[in-house]
């Protein structure tokens, strides 16, 4: 059976600082893209305001960019594919099987205030249908409230980019918020990786989330895995 996949990202390209570029961290996009592709999924990109989305840097250097990013942003109709996203507006009524969102640290920016975006994960959330979210994409699910008006994520087993790795990434100084600690205000149960920048996926019923880019294959794995499962129930 094709599954229909949404694929969420940022149009933020700088920190407010103005001191560093950011934007997409490609490999949190292409490797859950790729799977999707192979099952010959129906894959729909888009970002808040639609139009371009711009690529993090420090997500091309080469000890961070794999194989399949690398092949994908050498990729001409894939880049083109994030020039011209969809916006939350155009797809905020259609119907999907999971809704995916990557992350880089423009995601801080875009995604944790936006009332669309909130519609969205909270219908697909009502809907029994699978949210998905890596990395600082895990902001996204932050102000999202269910219909009796409680946080979407309370009380459930989540991951995101913890405090200890944003020191690692030189970033903490630039970014607008401490996701793991707006995450534990939200009264989840956080789970991180023993040893910071290694993978870490956390499945808990229709949520799944990743820690860092380095959780980008496994994520991609679990996510076709679970939307595998629910073809078969």
């Given at each position: 059976?094709?599954k229909?996949?949404?694929?969420?990202?940022?149009?933020?390209?700088?920190?407010?600082?103005?001191?560093?570029k950011?934007g997409?961290?490609?490999?949190?996009?292409?490797?859950?893209?790729?799977a999707?592709?192979?099952?010959?999924?129906?894959?729909?990109?888009?970002s808040p305001?639609?139009?371009?989305?711009?690529?993090?840097?420090?997500s091309?250097?080469?000890?961070?960019l794999?194989?399949?990013?690398?092949k994908?942003?050498q990729?001409?109709?894939?880049?083109?594919?994030l020039?011209?996203?969809?916006?939350?507006?155009?797809?905020?009524?259609?119907s999907?099987?999971?809704?995916y969102?990557?992350?880089?640290?423009?995601?801080m920016?875009?995604?944790?205030?936006?009332t669309?975006?909130?519609?969205?994960?909270?219908?697909?959330?009502?809907?029994?249908?699978?949210?998905?979210?890596i990395?600082?994409?895990?902001?996204?699910?932050?102000?999202?409230?269910?219909?009796?008006?409680?946080?979407?994520?309370k009380?459930?087993?989540?991951?995101?980019f913890?405090?200890f790795?944003e020191?690692l990434?030189?970033?903490?100084?630039?970014?607008?918020?401490?996701?793991?600690?707006?995450?534990?205000?939200r009264?989840?149960h956080?789970?991180?990786?023993?040893?910071?920048?290694?993978?870490?996926?956390?499945v808990?019923?229709?949520l799944?989330?990743?820690?860092?880019?380095f959780?980008?294959k496994?994520?991609?794995?679990?996510?076709?895995?679970?939307?595998d499962?629910?073809?078969?129930?």
């Open positions: 059976m094709m229909k996949i949404l694929l969420i990202i940022t149009n933020v390209d700088q920190y407010a600082s103005g001191n560093f950011t997409l961290w490609l490999s949190e996009l292409t490797h859950i893209y790729h999707a592709r192979e099952k010959g999924w129906q894959i729909t990109i888009a305001k639609g139009g371009n989305t711009p690529v993090d840097p420090e091309l250097k080469p000890l961070v794999d194989g399949i990013s690398k994908y942003y990729n001409p109709g894939f880049m083109n594919e020039t011209h996203t969809k916006s939350l507006d155009e797809v905020k009524n259609e999907f099987d999971c809704v969102l990557a992350g880089g640290h423009g995601t920016y875009d995604f944790p205030d936006n669309t975006l909130q519609i969205i994960l909270r219908n697909q959330y009502e809907n029994n249908k699978m949210v998905a979210a990395c600082h994409g895990v902001g996204g699910l932050l102000n999202v409230k269910l219909s009796d008006g409680e946080y979407m994520i009380g459930r087993n989540i991951t995101g913890d405090w790795e020191t990434a030189r970033r903490k100084n630039e970014v607008p918020f401490n996701l793991e600690a707006a995450l534990k205000e009264d989840v956080y789970k991180k990786a023993f040893i910071p920048m290694t993978s870490n996926v956390v808990d019923g229709n799944i989330t990743g820690q860092n880019p959780s980008s496994e994520m991609a794995k679990v996510v076709v895995s679970e939307l499962k629910q073809a078969f129930n």
